[in-house]
């Protein structure tokens, strides 16, 4: 015989329902629970119950999906996409790339360095043809370097650093290192991990990249004369119209 709640119209019980005092069911959406305040002795007359409403399953299920959409709408926002161009901000114009050129050197740049303003460190119109001037010009600075130059067949290309050019025993550098040549679309070649030969400085040459015996990019000691070769560590075209240049312009950027 189901139980009837004080106050309700004659005819409703708890088995109409579906419940007992002894459960509820949560399929049904309602609970029941005794009040000791409004009758502590079940044989006491005027025994009353509380009822309480208690979520579904149904319920539950779309509370959590909820919860899922906030936390998708205070997600971070994406990266910035590869299309979207960031202008460099450069000390002084170049005499060897054009703004549409260094807008699109920019995107392909390592993103700490997003951004920053380009320094000209060197170029062979003020300082002159020499490899040991650039070396000068470069002490002093740590950062990563853009190197550009222009060759006698008008011909546009160089490499990034992630450390500044300078005299060294050996290879350094790491492998945010790449070269590039606009033929005329602009190319990069990123490293391809199979050596850490990215750069390296002699008083009489300037090497980066090496593989089988010839270097992606090498410049003479008069920063004259130089040459491009497919090498391993950047798996490059060559990058001038031929193997070996002439060249007539030069310039070394530093973004800090």
């Known amino acids: 015989m189901g ?9 409703f019980s708890l088995s109409s329902l579906g419940l007992t005092k002894r459960c509820c069911l949560p ?6 629970a005794y009040c000791p305040q409004l009758g ?3 044989r006491m007359k005027g025994l009353r119950w509380r009822y309480t409403r208690l979520p579904s399953q149904v319920e539950d299920a779309l509370s959590g999906e909820e919860g899922e959409e906030k936390e998708e709408e205070t997600a971070p926002a994406p ?9 460099p901000q450069l000390a002084e114009a170049s005499q060897v790339l054009g703004a549409s050129e260094m807008r699109q050197i920019s995107l392909h740049l390592p993103p700490r360095v997003a951004g920053h303003s380009w320094s000209l460190a060197f170029c062979t119109s003020r300082d002159g043809f020499s490899l040991r001037s650039l070396y000068r010009q470069m002490e002093g600075h740590s950062g990563p370097v853009l190197l550009v130059l222009r060759d006698q067949d008008g011909q546009m290309f160089g490499a990034f650093s992630s450390s500044a050019i300078r ?12 070269l ?6 602009l190319k990069v070649f990123k490293w391809t991990g199979n050596n850490s030969f990215f750069l390296k400085g002699d008083l009489d040459s300037l090497m980066m990249g090496c593989g089988s015996g010839h270097f992606g990019l090498w410049l ?8 491009s070769h497919p090498c391993a560590t950047f798996n490059n075209e060559v990058l001038a119209r031929q193997e070996q240049f002439c060249i007539k312009e030069l310039e070394a950027w530093v973004l800090s």
């Open 40 to 42: 502590s002795d079940r």
């Open 3 to 11: 139980v009837e709640p004080a106050g309700c119209a004659p005819g």
């Open 167 to 178: 005299l060294s025993k050996g290879f350094y550098g790491t492998g945010e290192t790449f």
């Open 27 to 32: 399929q049904h959406g309602w609970g029941l």
């Open 79 to 87: 990266a910035r996409a590869p299309e979207d161009p960031v202008e």
């Open 180 to 185: 590039f040549s606009f033929s005329p679309q």
């Open 220 to 227: 003479d000691g008069d920063l004259y004369h130089g040459g």
